[in-house]
């Protein structure tokens, strides 16, 4: 398994970034693909989710700080999920990673079994 991220870069305050992450050598449609971050000295973060529902929908899932801000979307046909980001704040400011499980916990990093290597987002003036 394999996940790639990529769009990441420095962007200032109040502007957008659009993450991707390119997924291979999963059954992609029936995992749940996540998103998380990590900023300097800090642990890695939960962002948003689409968690499988066993059916052909998703339950999309937002941490707090980027509820309205960022939206999480995947394309099965392409093996790819996205994040757009919108007024980004100096506080977004992270590694921003992919992940991929199976029955995984809302909210949580709990489950996720595969890891892209992470794309730098830097929100500054």
């Known amino acids: 398994v394999q996940l790639v991220e990529s769009g990441g870069g420095l962007v200032q305050p109040g502007g957008s970034l659009r993450l991707s992450c390119a997924a291979s050598g999963l059954t992609f449609r029936s995992y749940d693909m996540g998103w998380f971050r990590q900023a300097p000295g800090k642990g890695r973060e939960f962002v948003a989710a689409l968690r499988w529902s066993g059916r052909s929908t998703y339950y999309a899932d937002y941490a707090d700080s980027v509820k309205g801000r960022f939206t999480i979307s995947r394309d099965n046909a392409k093996n790819t999920v996205s994040l757009q980001m919108n007024s980004l704040k100096p506080e977004d400011t992270a590694v921003y990673y992919c992940?991929?499980?199976?029955?995984?916990?809302?909210?949580?990093?709990?489950?996720?079994?595969?890891w892209g290597q992470g794309t730098q987002v830097t929100v500054s003036s």
């Open positions: 992940a991929a499980g199976s029955s995984t916990v809302q909210l949580s990093s709990n489950g996720y079994r595969y």
